[in-house]
Antibody, heavy 125, light 106 residues
Framework: QEQLVQSGAEVKKPGASVKISCKASGHTRYFMHWVRQAPGEGLEWMGIINPSGTTANYVQKFQGRVTMTRDTSTSTVYLELNSLTPEDTAMYYC????????????????????WGQGTLVTVSS | EIVLTQSPATLSLSPGERATLSCRASESISSYLAWYQQRPGQAPRLLIYHTSNRATGIPARFSGGGSGTDFTLTISSLEPEDFAIYYCQQRSNWITFGQGTRLEIK
């Protein structure tokens, strides 16, 4: 059973940046996603990073403001979001992709089979 | 962007009853639909993927169906722990979620 453990809550001022971590208990062959949820709202997908960390694809809404990275040596993925506004106040979740894996490769399935516990980011002056 | 519309917004039922939740896509998404359950204060949990495949550890009372643009999640006999918010999600064209259906105790 995969466990994803995220870093703790953050409080930031408008214009600042935040970097959230997500450490996986299992191996690092899977694609990973970030999904956020504003208070009382639904789920919003932000993007995906491949198993090696060499390629990340972001939702256009966040292009230029978001960076997803990965440290395969520690099985940790990171989300960095810049130029924060109060509208970025949300719970941020990392989620493992339900990837199809052969002996040599994994292919993204684009659904989420395991989730982190969430990191609350509050943006307020 | 593919828009997913869930109905009803709120469903009020009693334990033991059957629940049917709907998710309609703005264009065909083949069978690329997943369902998640979110209890208060918790992260979402995968229930169903590829329209009808139950995720690991999900009880048999949960089932999914549909194709193209119309999909359903059925809970055959509600248990107290099933009262939660349910989201559908498509992966045919990037990823989008429905707005959720709140399943509440009547």
């Amino acid at each position: 059973q995969e466990q994803l453990v995220q870093s703790g809550a953050e409080v930031k001022k408008p214009g600042a940046s935040v970097k959230i971590s997500c450490k996986a208990s299992g191996h690092t062959r899977y694609f990973m996603h970030w999904v956020r949820q504003a208070p009382g709202e639904g789920l919003e997908w932000m993007g995906i990073i491949n198993p090696s960390g060499t390629t990340a694809n972001y939702v256009q809404k966040f292009q230029g403001r978001v960076t997803m990275t990965r440290d395969t040596s520690t099985s940790t993925v990171y989300l960095e979001l810049n130029s924060l506004t109060p509208e970025d106040t949300a719970m941020y979740y990392c989620a493992r992709d339900g990837s199809y894996c052969s002996s040599s490769n994994c292919y993204a399935a684009y659904f989420f089979d395991y989730w982190g516990q969430g990191t609350l980011v509050t943006v307020s002056s | 962007e593919i828009v997913l519309t869930q109905s009803p917004a709120t469903l009020s039922l009693s334990p033991g009853e059957r629940a049917t939740l709907s998710c309609r896509a703005s264009e065909s998404i083949s069978s690329y639909l997943a369902w998640y359950q979110q209890r208060p204060g918790q992260a979402p949990r995968l229930l169903i993927y590829h329209t009808s495949n139950r995720a690991t550890g999900i009880p048999a009372r949960f089932s999914g169906g549909g194709s193209g643009t119309d999909f359903t999640l059925t809970i055959s006999s509600l248990e107290p722990e099933d009262f939660a918010i349910y989201y559908c999600q498509q992966r045919s064209n990037w990823i989008t979620f429905g707005q959720g259906t709140r399943l509440e105790i009547k």
